[in-house]
T-cell receptor, first 115, second 109 residues
Framework: EAGVAQSPRYKIIEKRQSVAFWCNPI?????LYWYQQILGQGPKLLIQ????????DSQLPKDRFSAERLKGVDSTLKIQPAKLEDSAVYLC?????????????FGPGTRLTVL | QKEVEQDPGPLSVPEGAIVSLNCTYS??????FMWYRQYSRKGPELLMY????GNKEDGRFTAQVDKSSKYISLFIRDSQPSDSATYLC?????????FGPGTRLSVLP
């Protein structure tokens, strides 16, 4: 079984630029999560999708971050404009459904550096 | 008081040692208790999860939950160099997910 795929693996941009990250969850997984992990900290949940609908985005900084999962499979997370404090690893995870949230599978992450 | 506290380490032990990793938490609404392992430059990998107080064993790993005292522990027996990683405790309540900051473990051959 293929795992959660993410791209790119690394991205370096200057502040005020925009950037997008892509995630392909495990096949058949209805629930998809985006996390932000700042160096030395645990992951922080940004947004959770159930199929193509948003379940929870209370911790997403909506003035600059946006995410979509249009067809209920792949998802894109965008930052526009980026700030220095956005430097972090962005992790995507998926689970079979919301009731299986305790068994999330994580991708390798995208490491973003904002200069 | 932080919602979840975890000794950041790094914790260095010799191969074969018993390792004890701990998290304390303040939110009594936490329903699920999990431990993840994260190797450098990789995503977290689920090790164990439980929803009740007591012990749960899986091979060399034992997860312990004490809801009354609000702490959870992960014990690793016969530790191996391949166990060197960051260990994250994690909690679920409702639709909320909270991770601890992680403890870095080094098992020396």
């Amino acid at each position: 079984e293929a795992g959660v795929a993410q791209s790119p693996r690394y991205k370096i941009i200057e502040k005020r630029q925009s950037v997008a990250f892509w995630c392909n969850p495990i096949s058949g997984h209805a629930t998809l999560y985006w996390y932000q992990q700042i160096l030395g900290q645990g992951p922080k949940l940004l947004i959770q999708f159930q199929n193509n609908g948003v379940v929870d985005d209370s911790q997403l900084p909506k003035d600059r971050f946006s995410a979509e999962r249009l067809k209920g499979v792949d998802s894109t997370l965008k930052i526009q404009p980026a700030k220095l404090e956005d430097s972090a690893v962005y992790l995507c995870a998926s689970s079979l459904d919301r009731l299986s949230a305790d068994t999330q599978y994580f991708g390798p992450g995208t490491r973003l550096t904002v200069l | 008081q932080k919602e979840v506290e975890q000794d950041p380490g790094p914790l260095s032990v010799p191969e074969g040692a018993i390792v004890s990793l701990n998290c304390t938490y303040s939110n009594s609404a936490f329903q699920y208790f999990m431990w993840y392992r994260q190797y450098s430059r990789k995503g977290p990998e689920l090790l164990m999860y439980t929803y009740s107080s007591g012990n749960k064993e899986d091979g060399r790993f034992t997860a312990q939950v004490d809801k009354s005292s609000k702490y959870i522990s992960l014990f690793i027996r016969d530790s191996q160099p391949s166990d060197s990683a960051t260990y994250l405790c994690a909690f679920i309540y409702g639709q909320n997910f909270v991770f601890g900051p992680g403890t870095r473990l080094s098992v020396l051959p």
